[in-house]
């Protein structure tokens, strides 16, 4: 405990040196789960060490870009490695830094190492392909290539796996990043960069600049020779970038907003989809773009099932996520919880049912804290704000639905599409949801969140710019492809007219 209480001072990752801000300023980051947990001071940067992360990484990008991919993977590998060997402690610090319990941090730190190992496999990989030319003599085929220096601005709630389904990918590719961590966590990906460093990761291809959205977040988006942007936050900030990064046609990577919904028919296993619901709603506190924020169940098995969500949501146990025991820790922050707490007071007055939760919880070591019960709104109309808005907290609210028509209606009437589920024994209802969910990741039986990164993640609408991350289909946001046609048979042929050229 003692070593893990020291105070470190940290710094920006540029060119391989770790330099303070060129304003000599820094700012302190605390847990969340307790205001005297200072986790780390950190410098407070702005478009000047942007523009030195950002010509560190241009200046790498030739050497990395150039180096044989299997041999770029066996450097990912080794960072596998190293956060398989350093898993507990690493889940420890994030716990520390952004609160979710151990057990979840764990379970962050596991999704960079199957990252690590999947990006590293693909460096034997990469697939292109080849295809027929419509000549004779003439060899036809495609390749990915690099892009070049990658943007990175990565959220808080997943600071581990959603810094490394981005990097790996890039890396792996041959790309150069330069990543602005949130300001709650900027320690998680610090350690990332640490094990990349020990991995062999050559100087300038991960560079880390720490700092607020408008300080680093904005001259890094726009900077001219960042040419891939991949941002994971609100759709408001997302909507923002997209039209910074227009200008200069940059490729922009968007994963926003959620407000998934979980389906639970009449004839599903009430048990088994309350023990979804919970984890959906609240684990990581509910702050996960894929929490499950929307129950729609159907009208026989309704009392049954908010009965028992109660119950089960009742007795979670609220704390500190280092602690055993306990189920759900704090919120991020401070402002947070009052943006939380707010929607609490918006339920109320939109007339649904608070059944349970919502209350800021401060008896004895709680109060140093942004702790808050889990809340469940009941009796809902899917109309209401906490129906349609995203929370990023541990509340989820109940509608009551008369058919699958009108769940998948519902499900589909919010401007995102992240995630969705159905619960059901019967197999063409679980079909047709599954076609007809406006979402990028569907679950039968089974909650709103739990991606394996060989899958695609990402969603529709509101939620994503039609790029999606991890899995192959990451691959597409940091390569760009190359059709190339070798004409080996000594003549002139002219596609198109000389394929189709007559006798006479
Ligand atoms: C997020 O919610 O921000 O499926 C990412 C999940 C996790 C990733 C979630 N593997 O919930």
Not at 293 to 303: E, G, H, I, P, T
Not at 316 to 343: F, H, I, M, T, W
Not at 414 to 432: E, H
């Amino acid at each position: 405990m003692a070593t893990e209480l020291a105070v470190e001072t940290e710094r920006n990752l540029i060119g391989g040196q770790w330099v303070p801000a060129a304003s000599g300023k820094t700012f302190e980051n605390r847990s969340p789960a307790d205001g005297n947990d200072l986790v780390g001071v950190f410098p407070e940067s702005d478009r000047r060490d942007v523009d030195a992360a950002v010509a560190a990484a241009k200046k790498a990008f030739p050497a990395w870009r150039d180096m044989p991919a299997p041999r770029r993977g066996e450097i990912l590998y080794a960072a596998g490695e190293i956060l398989k060997r350093d898993k507990e402690k690493l889940a420890r610090l994030m716990t520390r830094e952004m609160g979710k319990v151990l057990a979840e941090t764990r379970g962050d730190v596991q999704e960079a190492i199957d990252m690590a190992f999947l990006a590293a496999g693909e460096g034997r990989r990469l697939f292109g392909f080849t295809t027929p030319s419509e000549l004779s003599n003439k060899f036809a085929m495609c390749i990915r290539q690099p892009v070049g220096v990658c943007a990175f601005v990565t959220p808080w709630n997943f600071p581990m796996a959603i810094p490394a389904w981005k990097g790996m990918a890039a890396l792996i590719a041959g790309n150069t990043v330069v990543i602005k961590p949130a300001t709650d966590t900027p320690a998680s990906v610090v350690a990332l960069a640490r094990v990349f460093e020990e991995a062999g990761l050559p100087a300038g291809a991960w560079n880390v600049v720490m700092g607020s959205g408008g300080a680093v977040g904005d001259p890094l988006v726009s900077h001219p020779d960042v040419k891939v942007v991949s941002f994971t936050g609100s759709t408001e900030v997302g909507r923002r970038i997209s039209v910074a990064c227009a200008p200069t046609f940059k490729r922009v990577h968007l994963e926003m907003g959620g407000k998934n919904a979980i389906l639970v028919m009449d004839d599903a296993d009430v048990e088994l989809a309350v023990e979804g619901a919970l984890w959906g709603a609240f684990g990581t506190t509910g702050q996960r773009c894929t929490a499950s924020s929307r129950l729609l169940v159907q009208r026989k098995v309704y009392d049954g099932f908010v009965m028992k969500l109660v119950e089960g949501a009742k007795a979670l146990r609220v704390g500190n996520g280092l602690e055993a025991g306990v189920d759900v820790g704090p919120c991020v922050s401070e402002r947070q919880r009052e943006s939380v707490a707010k929607y609490i007071e918006i339920g109320k007055q939109e007339g649904a049912k608070l059944l349970c939760g919502g209350e800021k919880l401060s008896a004895g070591d709680l109060s140093r804290g942004w702790f808050l019960s889990p809340a469940v709104f009941a009796d809902a109309d899917a109309k209401m704000r906490i129906a349609c808005e995203e929370i990023f907290g541990p509340v989820t609210t109940v509608v009551p639905i008369d058919s699958l028509d009108e769940g998948i209606r519902i499900a589909n009437s919010v401007p995102y599409g992240l995630s969705g589920s159905i619960y059901t024994q019967d197999v063409n209802k679980a079909f047709k949801a599954m076609r007809e969910f406006e979402t990028g990741l569907f679950y039968v039986n089974s909650s709103t969140i739990g991606a394996e990164v060989h899958l695609p993640f990402g969603g529709m609408k509101d939620t994503g710019n039609g790029h999606r991350e991890a899995g192959i289909a990451g691959l597409d946001v940091f390569t760009e492809w190359k059709s190339i046609y070798v004409d080996f048979s000594g003549k002139l042929q002219r596609a198109q007219i000389d394929t189709y050229e007559s006798a006479d």
